[in-house]
């Protein structure tokens, strides 16, 4: 009833409000919202560990605050009610504590004074950038989410306080559509950003909107860890979570957008993630993602930024893709195809089949962690690989004439490199060649077409689905979900060729 309820207030409210300023679009539809996210092409201080002065600083913040202003009003053009910039997308990124100073707004602390930037722009100093997305919001009546550097100072009563008496954050900051300063979110789990500093306290940043409830925020790096963003999910029971980025790819399984998608698989929710667009830095890949459906975007060929808007359900009900029946094995299928390949043409010959079959692995470095791996030597099997306590298991038929080399692999251990999280991880993946050494590499292009179901007896619940093909583009699972003490991913065929199909699982308890 209560639920039924809230679904009347949205849509009568999204009436009101969204279909009065946009007669064109059909962008009402009950129990739905209109989303925006840019990704955008920051223009860098081509020099950040230089020490400049604040109107210097603001000059180039303004240039990149012109393109949000301009991003803002074609996204409300489309009829979106939320738009989500990026991590650094401002001020950008590579500075060392003195030399971000001049980029630094100041923002109160606590955040118990209703303040409107926009209209009380003379309450505070040093508060330049949070005035223009103030005005931004409020002019084009939207809710906004951007990234910014701030500043807040401190006492050495405060134990935590830094030396120079000075706190900087990576910030979150939210606008509702009167330009008021709803929320503002400190990042928890830094990326080696040493102009930072990390939270006293951890932020558990919330915010409600007329058109979809209450939503979550968390910034980039902290999609990987439990603190805030799992414990955020868990204690509020959010839906829809904003999240800002600056992510530089990493394949086989931690591209931005495979990962986006797996975790608002994972948890049920909508992700609306917004990346930095610097392909010669490795970064590109944003989305709207619902659980089931993801508006995504990659591309590493253009240089300049892209909106993407959506029309979202504020919650799916059930993932009709869950639903398929489970498939027990592929070995029971009949195989109309002769499937021949470089590493095992004794197969093809009908010869030695026993010598494949024998249980041979090898190691391979994936993401700087040491994988155990073991090739598909065959048409069609059942393979499974065991390493600590997580044993990894694949059926798979291969479709497709292919020379590719795929490999199955088991990760179960602390990463260390680049940051500390322990993973377990099955994962079947294509090579870089066909020689086994190749395993482990980048890689975006595939032909290969697999039918398998991949299994693991893991020991902890949190476990992202990744499924990439060829060009870095995404594909959904036709089965996921635990089957007694396995998580099971499923899939059948496909558009393209495969490139990563992994469960990726993270053990908190256990990152020490
Ligand atoms: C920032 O630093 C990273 C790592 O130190 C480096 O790879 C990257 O090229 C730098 N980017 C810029 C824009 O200076
Ligand atoms: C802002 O800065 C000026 C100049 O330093 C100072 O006189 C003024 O009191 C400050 N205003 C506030 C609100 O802190
Ligand atoms: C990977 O792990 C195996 C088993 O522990 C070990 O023998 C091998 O040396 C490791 N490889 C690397 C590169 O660390
Ligand atoms: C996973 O399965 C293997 C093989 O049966 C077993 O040795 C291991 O203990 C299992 N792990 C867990 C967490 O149950
Ligand atoms: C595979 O690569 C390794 C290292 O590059 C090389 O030593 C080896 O000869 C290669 N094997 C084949 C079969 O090409």
Not at 281 to 297: D, E, Q, R, V, W
Not at 385 to 411: H, K, P
Not at 482 to 490: A, D, E, F, I, T
């Amino acid at each position: 009833m209560l639920r039924f309820m809230a679904a009347l207030t949205f849509g009568s409210s999204c009436i009101l409000v969204l279909c009065y300023q946009v007669l064109t679009a059909d962008v009402c539809r009950e129990g739905h919202y209109v989303a925006a996210v840019y990704e955008h092409h920051v223009i860098l201080n081509p020099n950040p560990t230089a020490i400049t002065d604040r109107q210097s600083a603001l000059e180039l913040m303004n240039r990149n605050l012109d393109v949000y202003e301009e991003q803002v009003m074609a996204a409300v053009k489309q009829g979106a009610q939320i738009i989500i910039f990026p991590e650094d997308g401002i001020h950008g990124f590579n500075f060392t504590r003195t030399s971000i100073y001049p980029y630094l707004d100041f923002i109160p602390y606590p955040l118990s004074v209703k303040w409107n930037p926009c209209k009380e722009a003379d309450l505070f100093n040093d508060t330049e950038v949070l005035h223009r997305l103030s005005c931004m919001a409020l002019k084009n009546q939207v809710f906004l989410v951007a990234n910014m550097g701030t500043k807040q100072f401190c006492t050495h009563s405060d134990p935590y306080c830094p030396p120079d008496g000075r706190y900087h954050f990576n910030t979150d900051v939210v606008f509702s559509e009167s330009g008021t300063l709803i929320a503002r979110y400190r990042k928890q789990n830094l990326y080696f950003e040493y102009a930072f500093n990390i939270p006293p306290e951890i932020d558990y940043t919330i915010f409600d909107t007329p058109f979809a409830g209450k939503f979550g925020i968390f910034t980039c790096f902290d999609i990987l860890f439990y603190e805030p963003a799992v414990n955020l999910i868990m204690q509020h029971n959010v839906k829809q979570v904003a999240y800002p980025t600056a992510w530089m790819n990493q394949l086989p399984l931690l591209s931005a957008i495979e990962f986006q998608q797996a975790f608002a698989t994972a948890f049920n929710i909508n992700l609306l993630a917004a990346n930095i667009h610097h392909p010669d830095l490795g970064m590109t890949g944003s989305g709207i993602y619902t659980p089931s459906k993801s508006f995504a975007y990659y591309d590493t060929e253009s240089f300049s930024g892209k909106l993407i808007v959506a029309e979202i359900p504020v919650t799916s009900e059930h993932e009709t893709h869950l639903d398929n029946e489970i498939q027990e094995s592929f070995s029971s299928i009949h195989m109309d195809t002769q499937v021949c390949y470089k590493e095992n043409k004794k197969a093809c010959d009908g010869i030695a089949k026993e010598v494949s079959k024998e249980a041979y692995s090898f190691y391979g470095e994936m993401m700087y962690d040491n994988f155990t791996l073991r090739p598909l030597t065959e048409p069609k099997g059942d393979i499974h690989i065991c390493s600590n306590t997580l044993c990894c298991y694949l059926s798979y038929q291969r479709l497709a004439l292919s020379d590719e080399l795929y490999v199955l692999g088991v990760f179960d251990d602390l990463h260390t490199v680049h940051g500390t999280y322990y993973v377990q991880a099955c994962v079947l993946v294509k090579c870089g060649g066909v020689n086994y050494t190749t395993c482990g590499q980048e890689v975006t292009e595939a032909n290969g077409l697999i039918n398998f179901q991949l299994k693991g007896n893991f020991s902890t619940v949190f476990v992202f689905p990744l499924l990439l093909r060829s060009g870095v583009t995404l594909d959904f699972a036709d089965y996921l979900g635990w089957k007694n003490s396995y998580y099971v991913m499923q899939k059948k065929g496909g558009s393209s060729g495969l490139v990563t199909a992994g469960l990726y699982g993270r053990w908190y308890e256990k990152d020490k």
